[in-house]
C-alpha cells in the first residue's frame, strides 16, 4: 500500500473522532485489553508463581451526575491465560476465567481520568499437572483495582492493575491496556 494512502486513511480516521470534547461522555461504552496476568499459589508444597497474557471484554455505562466525579457500572468477560511452570519435575498449568461485574468512581481531569474500581468475578479454574486436570474448581469472589485513563473524543485508552482474590489460590493479578468505544 502507498504511503499517500496510508497518509489518507489516517487523516480520515482520527478527524472522525470529534477530538473537540476534553473528556469522556457519559453513557454507554464497549472496551478490550490485552495485558499480563500472575499467579502465585503453593502446589505440592512448592511455589508456582508464573505469568501469561491475558485478554479481556467488557461493557459499561457512565453516569455524570456530580461534576467532580463520575461513576460507572462494567460487566465483562476475563481470561487469564494458561501460565504454566515446571513444580516438582512436573509441569503443572493454571487454566482460569470468569464472568465480573465491577463498580467504578471516576475522577475526571480534563482528557485524563483517575480510577478505582472493585467488584465481583465469577470464575472457573483447571489445574493440569504433567498434562491431565487434577483439580477443577468455581466460585464467586471480590476483586479490585486502579487505574488511569485517556479520552479522545470517543476513544479511550486505560492503563489498569486489578487483584483478584481467588479462593484457594495466594495471588492473582492483571496489570492491562484497554481501548475504549463510547456511545
Known sequence: MNRKLLVTIAAALLGSLSISQAGAAGGLYLGGGIGQSSIKDTVSTENFDTDDAAWKAFVGYRFKFIPIIDLAIEGGYTDF????????????QFKLHGYNAAGLLIFPLGPVDLYGKAGVISWDQDIRTAGVTTTRA????????????????????RAEYERYEIKDVDRV???????????
Open 173 to 183: 493479578d492483571m496489570l492491562s491496556v484497554n481501548l475504549l468505544l463510547h456511545f
Open 138 to 157: 468455581s466460585g464467586s469472589d471480590l476483586f479490585y483495582g486502579a487505574g488511569i485513563g485517556f479520552n479522545f473524543g470517543k476513544l479511550g485508552i
Open 81 to 92: 491465560g494458561k501460565p504454566s511452570q515446571t513444580v516438582g519435575g512436573q509441569n503443572v
